[in-house]
Structure formats: C-alpha cells, structure tokens
C-alpha cells in the first residue's frame, strides 16, 4: 500500500476546510494521503476553541480570515512562513493506541526527517516539537470513526508580532522587549536552516512517515480544492455561569446557560485534543435540563469510561463541573451575580470555597487596579486616600487584620508567595484577571496554598481597547477590582468565621461536661 503525498505551494485558507474533507474521505476510502502545504494569512483554530478566548477578534477584524480546524490543540496564527501537513490514514484495526501515544510516534518521523539535516529536534509532550527547548512546530490530532488525522505545524520562519496581536497573549509582549522575549521561545527553521530547500524536506518528511506507516511513498497531483465561505461568528446565547480548569492537555471551559437551577445548554471548549470529535458535543447533550448544583455529579455519572484525551482525564471533567456549580453556589450564597466570577484554587481539589475564605489570612491585589495616576500604582501598599476601590479593599481587609500585599509584579508574586509558604499561610484571597490566572498558575501551584480568586475587569493585559497605544508600546491597564463583590466576600468570612466560633464553643462546652 502507498502513502500518496503533494504540496501545494499556496492554500487560500477559505479552501482549507474542503482540503481537509477531501483528504478525510479519501482515508475512509481507504487510501492513505498526505499534503503539504502553506496558507496565506490566516487564523487557524484548533477543532474545540472558542474563538473569543483563543483569537484578538478585534485586531484581525477583516484583516484576514479564520478557519477552524478539524484537529484539536491551540489555535495558530498563519502565513506563508509556515508549512502545514496534513496526514489522513485509516485507522489500524487491531493496534488502537491512545492519543497522547498516537501523537508522540507521529511527530516521531517528523523530527526523523529533521535529524536528516542535522537539526537535533525533540518531541515535547503533549503536542510540541522543539530544538534546544524552543519550540519548531506543534503536532495536532483526531481519530475520527475509521480514520486518524494528524496534522502538524512547522515554522519555517515566523512573524512574531503579528502571532502576538492575533492570539490572546498579554499586550506587555507587544513592546520590543516583549517581543524579543516571544522570539526566544521559537526556533523557526530557517534560522538553523538558512538553505533549507522545502521540496527535498516534503519529500524527506513523506518517506519517514511512510516509513512509520508501513507504506511505500508516492507523489500525486496536488489537489484543487473549493474555496468556502470564511467563518462568521454569532453571539451565542452569553453563559449564566462559566468556569475553567488548566489541565496538562491545555486549557478546559465550560459556560452554562440556566433556567432557574436547570441546565438550559452547555458548552465545552479549549484548546484540548480529543479523539473522538463528538464527545463534546454528547457531554454537552446529556447537561441538558440536569440541575447546576450537582453538575459534577452529572458529569460523573454520565462519562462513559475515560475519554481518550490528551493530558485531561474524566477526573478534570467531572471537577471542572464542580467548579462550575460552585461558582453558582458562591453567587447564590452571595445574592450577586459578579460573584460567579469568584475561581477556587487547592491543588487536593478537596478543599470548599468556604473553607479557604475562613482560613484566608492574606489579600493579594494587583497593582493594575490602582489608577494610572496613583503613586501607589507600582508600590506596595496604599494610604487609603478614598480615591479608588482598591483603598477601600485595604482598608476592609485591614480592619479584619488580614495582609494586604499589592503585587507589583511577577517576580514580586513569586517573592511573596514563598514568603508565605515559608509562614505556612492556611489560604488566602487573590484578585487578579483569569488570563494572568492561567498563563501564571504554575506560581500558586509552586506554593501550593488554596485560594478564592476573584477575577478583576475593565482594561486587562489582554484586552486590546486601546489598540493604537497598545501597538506603540504603551500598555497601562486599568482593570477594576468591583469593591461590592469584595466586600460581600469579606462579610460571608465574616460569617464564616463566626458560625465556627460557635461551633467550637459548643465543642469545648461539651468537653466541658464530659
Ligand atoms: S486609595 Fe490607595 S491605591 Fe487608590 S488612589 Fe488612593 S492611594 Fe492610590
Ligand atoms: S491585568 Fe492586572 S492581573 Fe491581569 S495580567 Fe495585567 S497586571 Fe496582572
């Protein structure tokens, strides 16, 4: 049997989706195909990404089209610079490795292929191919019914600015020194490679994977494939309730829609790969009208089996779901809707949310909430002037003797991190923007105390309202911490804290007597 394989020199991204239908079809004929190729400039989106959280939809506009792909993983920002395969097979009956499995032997032959040129590359799970701990490529895949696609990304050169500004990366790394710091996490391969001819790396690429495969490679005739319309996105109905889980897979959410306590419609995305297409959408179905206060429950029952994922686990599905209604349950408790916005953090994932906030001993604020014009803005502490509500934050968690530190920067959180780890802080109340939460979350999970977040709005880091200044390098963000949520959290410890208070009472009378 063969691996038939071309390229294509151009692809026009709208043609992407019935490029890949083509070479799907052809697997399920049984034939196995392989394409290279280069898309003009373009957003191309993993299979499960939602848009909104993946891309800057403001700043690609009609700038250039989007196009989603059928595999799973992060989604990328394309031009000609970097090269696109496309590989469809049947799948072995006999022999059906799990995904992460699937995905390391098939990027195997990939880094074979380089190894030709001298170019000592590694596979870096789950997805990632890279020279010297920068990254050259990403691997992408699906096993859909009787096929497996696996596609894979290459970067022959990179355009680093324009990958900063397409997907939601924070706006720091647009200034010239973020930008270098991005360049040096990439190893495109035109600056190992300054000769590289891509035909001969086609055809060296082509035999290795015929290699693995067991076939004999042929070359074809590229294939013409129909230009479609590009995506157009429709505001969904917005979730009542969302919540997310960083998994060693990627980045998991759920948003639930409610009629009351019941589930009108959920929706799973990220940047997850998955084997089968459909188990998303099937875990969506089977939300439908369950009740938000047992969603993890729900989840758990419904799962069949594991899921083939990789770096998630029906363990992360069935927690994501519990953090999802605990959300609903911290908003109901509160009576205020901001409040669902309200992120547990405790690595045993045991810990309740009211459990952290009686024990929180410290408030850490982010300094992006201070006004831009505050003297106080890059310091820690705050002289309560009354002017902002990051003053009054101080001054309520002050009058209840908790710290309060203003995380002035990265370094600083992870300076003050240590420090009460050192101290052996019982838990604590942090406030900062969910992207910080997730890009930065190895720093909390190095120190391992549980936290309630509460997730700040306004100007982020990652919001791109003022785009212009953004682009010039100026990035001062102005988010806005909401001093009504804050200081409803801080009155249910209030509670919290008394309610124990009687409680041991009553234990220590009872010892009493007895
Ligand atoms: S309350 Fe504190 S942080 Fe806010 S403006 Fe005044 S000094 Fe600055
Ligand atoms: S918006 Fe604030 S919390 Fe978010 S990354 Fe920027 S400085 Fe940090």
């Keep these: 049997m063969t691996l038939a394989w071309h390229d294509i020199h151009t692809l026009d991204p709208r043609q992407f989706e019935?490029?890949?239908?083509?070479?799907?079809?052809?697997?399920?004929?049984?034939?196995?195909?392989?394409?290279?190729?280069?898309l003009s400039r373009c957003a191309l989106m993993g299979a499960f990404e939602?848009?909104?959280?993946?891309?800057?939809?403001?700043?690609?506009?009609?700038?250039?089209p989007i196009v989603r792909r059928r595999t799973g993983g992060g989604s990328l920002s394309l031009d000609p610079g970097t090269l696109i395969l496309v590989l469809a097979f049947p799948s072995p009956r006999n022999n059906i490795k799990p995904l992460a499995e699937l995905m390391a032997s098939l990027c195997a032959p990939l880094l074979q292929a380089l190894s030709q040129y001298g170019l000592c590359a590694r596979f870096d799970a789950p997805n990632d191919m890279t020279v010297e701990d920068r990254k050259i490529g990403s691997?992408?895949?699906l096993r859909d019914g009787d096929v497996i696609v696996f596609e894979a990304a290459l970067a022959l050169s990179l355009d680093i600015e324009e990958l900063l500004k397409t997907l939601r990366l924070p706006l720091e790394k647009l200034s010239a020194a973020g930008i270098l710091a991005a360049r040096d996490r990439f190893a495109p391969l035109n600056a190992?490679?300054?000769d590289l001819r891509t035909a001969a790396l086609h055809s060296t690429i082509a035999l290795h994977l015929a290699q693995?495969?067991?076939?004999?490679?042929?070359?074809?005739?590229?294939?013409?494939?129909?230009?479609?319309?590009?995506?157009?996105?429709?505001?969904?109905?917005?979730?009542?309730?969302s919540a997310f889980l960083k998994t060693p897979?990627?980045?998991v959410y759920i948003d639930v829609c409610l009629d009351g306590t019941m589930v009108r419609r959920a929706r799973f995305t990220g940047s997850i790969h998955c084997a089968n297409p459909k188990t998303w959408a099937r875990l969506s179905d089977s939300l439908q009208g369950s009740d938000i206060t047992r969603l993890g429950l729900t989840l758990d029952r419904v799962l069949e089996g594991s899921p083939d994922m990789i770096g998630i686990d029906r363990a992360d599905i069935v927690y994501l779901g519990h953090l999802c209604a605990s959300r609903h349950a911290i908003s109901q408790h509160l009576d205020f809707s901001a409040a669902r916005q309200i992120t547990i953090f405790s690595l045993d994932r045991t810990i309740?949310?009211?459990?952290?906030?009686?024990?929180?001993?410290?408030?850490?604020?982010?300094?992006?909430?201070?006004?831009?014009?505050?003297?106080?803005?890059?310091?820690?502490?705050?002289?309560?002037?009354?002017?902002?509500?990051?003053?009054?934050?101080?001054?309520?968690?002050?009058?209840?003797?908790?710290?309060?530190?203003?995380?002035?920067?990265?370094e600083h959180l992870c300076t003050v991190l240590a420090d009460m780890k050192r101290r052996k802080v019982s838990a604590f109340l942090g406030v900062c923007c969910t992207d910080f939460f997730l890009k930065r979350d190895y720093a909390f999970v190095d120190a391992g105390i549980p936290a309630l977040f509460i997730d700040i709005g306004g100007d982020t880091c990652y919001t791109l309202r003022l785009e212009e200044a953004a682009y010039a390098g100026r990035f001062e963000a102005e988010a806005s911490l909401d001093a009504r949520l804050f200081a409803n959290v801080l009155q249910w410890r209030d509670r919290l804290k008394a309610d124990r208070d009687v409680e041991v009472g009553r234990a220590s009378g009872l010892n009493g007597v007895l």
Aim: charged share 25%; glycine share 8%.
């Design 212 to 241: 693995a495969l067991g076939l004999s490679p042929q070359r074809e005739r590229p294939p013409c494939p129909k230009t479609r319309s590009p995506m157009v996105f429709t505001e969904d109905c917005v979730p009542d309730v």
């Design 50 to 64: 939602d848009p909104r959280r993946a891309l800057r939809l403001s700043y690609i506009r009609d700038r250039f």
């Design 249 to 251: 897979g990627g980045v």
């Design 192 to 194: 190992h490679l300054p």
């Design 352 to 410: 309740a949310a009211q459990d952290i906030l009686a024990a929180a001993e410290v408030v850490l604020l982010p300094y992006c909430a201070k006004p831009s014009w505050c003297k106080w803005r890059h310091r820690d502490g705050c002289p309560e002037c009354g002017f902002c509500a990051v003053g009054e934050a101080y001054h309520l968690a002050r009058q209840r003797g908790l710290q309060v530190v203003t995380i002035t920067a990265y």
């Design 18 to 38: 019935a490029y890949e239908e083509a070479l799907c079809a052809r697997a399920q004929a049984g034939e196995a195909v392989l394409g290279f190729s280069r």
């Design 139 to 141: 691997g992408f895949l």
